[in-house]
């Protein structure tokens, strides 16, 4: 991989319409058509690689903000035995083509047994609770302890209430989810139903666009392709081991 | 190394094999001069762009790759032990990043299969972690348009 290859400026920034690429998988002609057309040149490489992270306590439906299709029934080898590590999506936002390192977190819930290498190199981190389970919502100081150690202070945060399709079981007031939101700086808040696909592509091209926003070009292009992460196995690192960083987001 | 692999032949394919368009039967008007692949690589059942017209080289490779099949025919089945499929005409990317959207399924062994990213339908390709340069795409198990 050559980090720097793709980073390029290849078209001028501004109004570019929000579509996600990856999400409107099946007609998507803001980016398939016009990039079909180009058939005599190479693919334009990405202007951007981010590496976007999911956490959140069991069961807040992490892997399901990852899909597309939740009725899944295909490749019982993938899925139910094996899992997926991690997606590359393609997001066209402001006239840039985004590649998004999307990693799923899910079946590492524990709080300590997600390695640091995640939260070090994420530039997004999407914290995910569930709105019909108040016990999702209680965890999130501790999961917010695990950013302020482990991830950059300069991650965007997106705080995600998930399952607003179970509205009659809520548990978790859109005021609580906005006010937990609110103590922590620069967090940005919003609820979802993966179920129904509500909010989902938001979701991404929310935390893209305040990447692209806070970030200098200059520093995206020397910074963010060299934090993603490589297919090496990650290790087992204790959470002791790295020093914890300042804690400058809780108050 | 290679034996490691999933691999059926591993010394029957270089790490870079040479574009052959005409050594492809049915796979020549996918092929362009260079060996590249002429058409966008989609995901077979919901159509989500893999590839962009370009992106990959048409390789030759024989790789084992598990069986593409509903959970309700698996269990039917009586699991899935040895369900597999060889496969031989690939789409060879370089860099994990030419791929417009694709997921990666944990490690099984050194190998992770590749997934659509969006419905999740595979195995539609597989990845070595020995050889962090090669990701290979079955034609057979994607849709070209």
Known sequence: MEPGSGLQQRRAGGGGGLDLGAGSAAGSPALSGGQARRRKQPPRPADFKLQVIIIGSRGVGKTSLMERFTDDTFCEACKSTVGVDFKIKTVELRGKKIRLQIWDTAGQERFNSITSAYYRSAKGIILVYDITKKETFDDLPKWMKMIDKYASEDAELLLVGNKLDCEVDREITRQQGEKFAQQITGMRFCEASAKDNFNVDEIFLKLVDDILKKMPLDVIRNELSNSILSLQPEPEIPPELPPPRPHVRCC | ?145
Not at chain 2, 44 to 65: D, H, I, K, N, Y
């Open chain 2, 1 to 145: 190394m290679a034996a490691a692999c999933a691999e059926m032949e591993p010394a029957a394919a270089p790490p870079s094999p040479s574009p052959a368009p005409a050594a492809a039967p049915g796979s020549g008007e996918l092929v362009c001069a260079q060996g590249r692949n002429l058409k966008a690589v989609l995901c077979q059942r919901c159509g989500s762009r893999v590839l962009l017209p370009g992106a990959a080289t048409f390789a030759r490779r024989e790789l084992l790759l598990p069986a593409m099949r509903k959970k309700a025919a698996a269990a039917a089945g009586g699991g899935g032990g040895s369900g597999g499929d060889v496969v031989r005409e690939h789409w060879l990317v370089r860099d994990m990043f030419s791929f417009e959207n694709v997921g990666f399924t944990r490690d099984v062994g050194n190998v992770k299969f590749l997934v659509c990213a969006d419905c999740e339908a595979g195995p539609i390709g597989w990845h070595c972690l020995d050889d962090k340069e090669s990701f290979y795409v079955a034609l057979e198990r994607v849709a070209h348009e």
